[in-house]
């Protein structure tokens, strides 16, 4: 049973940084893909950004050339960096992984293709 555990979120100030982490267990970890999604209130679950089964990331528009994905899979922990954080980043940040079809090279930001999730962290920015 893969489990999914998210750490690292908090209140910061517009054009400050965190680390999210998300430590798993469970599974093989090159087999899988890996992503970060987050959800505002009202808002549908977004994709940020994911790694491929060899490493490839993919980002969402909004973030691009300010998050950056990445894995240690010696550890078996997934890690997203924030950088020039915006209040529209406010959200509830989710981890997410998937080994199924959609799981290629390019691996795929759409939460309908990913079947484990962790529980969340949140994310405050503030103006």
């Known amino acids: 049973q893969v489990q999914l555990v998210e750490s690292g979120g908090g209140s910061v100030q517009a054009g400050g940084s965190l680390r999210l982490s998300c430590a798993t267990s469970?599974?093989?970890?090159?087999?899988?893909?890996m992503a970060w999604f987050r959800q505002a209130p009202g808002k549908e679950r977004e994709g940020v950004a994911a790694?491929?089964?060899?490493?490839?990331?993919s980002y969402g528009d909004s973030v691009k050339g300010r998050f950056t994905i990445s894995k240690d899979n010696a550890k078996n922990i997934l890690y997203l960096q924030m950088n020039s954080l915006k209040p529209e980043d406010t959200a509830m940040y989710y981890c997410?992984?998937?080994?199924?079809?959609?799981?290629?090279?390019?691996?795929?930001?759409?939460?309908?293709?990913?079947?484990?999730w962790g529980q969340g962290t949140q994310v405050t920015v503030s103006s």
């Open positions: 997410a992984a998937d080994s199924g079809p959609y799981c290629t090279i390019i691996p795929s930001l759409s939460f309908r293709h990913y079947n484990y």
């Open positions: 469970g599974y093989t970890g090159r087999s899988y893909c």
């Open positions: 790694i491929g089964r060899y490493g490839t990331p």
